[in-house]
């Protein structure tokens, strides 16, 4: 259990710190950036308390938006992520998550692949949205939904292959 | 009453998730609004230190960049001075770089730049503690940068020229129609000027500057050249595209301008009212 707390500690000081020095900056063509931080949020462990889960999103969010200087955006897209994760996990893992014994790095890969793109289309929609905050902009948030989408879901993808939990 | 908590227990995650959106999404509005964003900024201890940390480490990789363009700034300055010893009338060097002793200048270090979205803002190293008070203009050697929106003891958030919510007055070089100057979100290089009057001499090429409108900044600081221009719906302004001189990309070094009179000018408008 306490093992579960260090981990995700540093992994929320290391995400975002590597968001904001690193991932912010790329700005490929003009304003395609990764939001690798989204991993955290498909890592988190799925048999702890919701409303712990909640509250750690929304500060996620809240610090990468302090960092960024842009209002509440992500805070309100990890909320919303965090609130309807349950959704998406019986969605995506069917009736082995009732029974809260799915362990991600197990699950088929077909699976896990939906999993991870609902979730992170989802959260760059909902930010992306925000941010620009004006239903005229439309295209311009549907397009950056989609690279900014994609490039997240290939990092995070790399990332979860890369940090696979060691076999007992 | 055991009911009311029995409610609030049952439903704890619902309530929680709803105060917290509501509370993201007040902080969202607000952002979105013009001189509002004040809860909220990277110019606090943590953020500042960290970025000015990891400034600390890039800043080395631009240094042949900046000593270019503090030579290329000494050279403009040297010939100034040339000039203005051999003129007969002082009073021909009433360009850009000889303000009157109204203003003064600070110098500023860049420790974070956006220019990726549509609100955009920089963090720059230096506070209360050295003078900086918020409306200060922000500028480099090229052109204008920003506004400075919030002020702590060591750094200070601007909203940059690249930002839906600024509107900075500007005006054409040659003659004295001036405009509004707004970022599109598009590119981060190019800029429009809108609200320019139609019998205002405008021609590719010609330069943009600061207007003397403003309390913030000194007029005649060059802002960027005319790439194109057209008339508006029912044809009586012009909207004007403008390649900035600054590359907002690769900042640097910063000169934040105070205005001294500021708040007597502003006292004196408000007796108006």
Redesign the interface.
Known sequence: MTNTIITNTLRFIFLI?LQ??LL?NI?FL??V?PYLYVIFLVLYPFNTP??LF??VS?LL??TI?????????N??AC??I??IRPTILRFSFGVSYDYQTVKLSSTPYGARLGYVMILVFLHHLILFT????DFS?SF?ILKKTLFSGIFSILLILIGLSLFKPKRR | MQQIFNFLIRNKNNILFLLLLVLSLFLTIQSHSYHKSKFISSANFVTGGIYGWANGVQSYFHLEEYNKRLMEENKQLHNLLAATKDSITLETITDSSSFNSVYKFRVAKVINNNYSKIDNYITIEGGKNSGLKTEDGVITSQGIIGIVDKVTNNYARVISILNSETKINAQLKKSDHFGSLVWDGKDPNMIQLIDVPRLAPVKQGDTIVTGGKSLIFPQGIPIGTIVDFKLDGNESYYTINIQLFNDMTNIGYVYVIENKIKAEIKELESVDD
């Open positions: 710190l904001v020095l912010n700005n003009g304003y950036n919701q409303s909640i509250i929304f969010g809240l938006d302090t960092f960024e200087d842009s209002g509440g955006i805070a309100a909320l919303v965090a609130y925000l941010e620009m905050f902009h311009l």
